[in-house]
């Protein structure tokens, strides 16, 4: 159970979030069910324990592990102590997790229960680099994008001189920094990538004024259209993105928490300045593919920011 309670506070969703996604998926979550059932102690249902791994994000592969832990502890083959080793077991290297909840103990829950590195949130990914030939290769991460500074370029802008950067909403709903099209010779903050499991990565906007944030999309919400700002990093899921390869050196940027694509706002026919970025339905369109140009000459973020 406690596994099950980590895995929701990871997931960064309400319980009526939650109940919406796994019936998305297919599988019956009520709210009050998955509350009462992570307040207990007890072995819960494995159709509940399936439908809560899929409507964390997780997949078929995660869910049939997790499934399998359910049966051996119900089976008795397994007590949940023996599935929480303590870290000194954790084989070296261990793979970091995306967010700063007990990470040792969510360490010691993914290995004891035969591998399970569910928390990863994207299984089995196809991985190209960025190779520009210009510092060392995440070590936790290899060949993978790399830790750094990048301009994020949607490809439907056909010169390449848009990147995202902060902007307003151009209706004037809020004054709120969001995530737009802007010229890249200008364009604000800067930019950073940072690796917190294979091909998920969290997108650091470092801003003069206010410092160091990540990039998000507004409220955890599920559904298309919903605009991506900046705040507190946390390692919560709708703030990490699967950067997903289409084409060598191109990528979709997936938020994690719901499995959509960042676009623009408009589609690829959108391609004036200001142009909102906001999570739609994945479609393969150009925009929602983007090169990722790194930035040459600065230093890394430090460890901590």
């Not at 599988?27 to 964390?56: I, K, M």
């Amino acid at each position: 159970m406690a596994a099950l309670r980590e895995l929701r506070e990871w997931s960064a969703l309400t319980y009526r979030q939650l109940a919406a996604k796994a019936e998305a998926s297919g599988h019956v979550l009520p709210a009050s069910t998955v509350a009462a059932a992570l307040g207990r102690g007890t072995l819960p249902r494995a159709d509940l324990v399936e439908a809560l791994v899929f409507a964390c994000g997780l997949d078929a592969e995660a869910a049939a592990r997790w499934l399998t832990v359910r049966e051996d502890l119900a089976a008795g083959r397994v007590s949940e102590q023996r599935a929480t080793p303590a870290p000194a077991e954790v084989p070296d290297p261990a793979p970091p997790l995306p967010t700063g909840r007990r990470p040792r103990r969510l360490i010691a829950i993914a290995v004891g229960v035969a591998g399970l590195l569910i928390a990863i949130g994207v299984i089995g990914a196809v991985r190209y680099g960025t190779d520009d030939g210009d510092g060392d290769e995440n070590a936790a991460f290899p060949n993978r994008v790399r830790d750094g500074f990048y301009l994020i370029k949607p490809t439907h802008i056909g010169d390449g001189s848009l990147c995202l950067g902060e902007g307003r909403e151009r209706n004037g709903r809020t004054d709120r920094p969001i995530a737009v099209q802007r010229p890249c010779g200008d364009v604000v903050p800067d930019t950073y990538l940072v690796a917190v499991a294979p091909d998920v990565y969290l997108i650091k906007w470092r801003n003069p004024v206010d410092g160091v944030g990540c990039l998000r999309v507004d409220d955890a919400i599920l559904v298309p259209g919903a605009l991506l700002s900046p705040g507190d990093c946390t390692g919560a899921a709708h703030e990490r993105f699967l950067i997903e390869p289409v084409d060598p050196g191109v990528f979709r940027l997936r938020p994690v928490h719901s499995g959509l694509c960042v676009g623009i706002l408009g589609g690829p026919h959108e391609t004036t300045v200001k142009a909102e970025a906001a999570q739609a339905l994945c479609s393969g369109s150009a925009d929602q593919r983007f090169r990722l140009e790194p930035v040459k000459g600065r230093k890394p973020l430090p460890a901590g920011q």
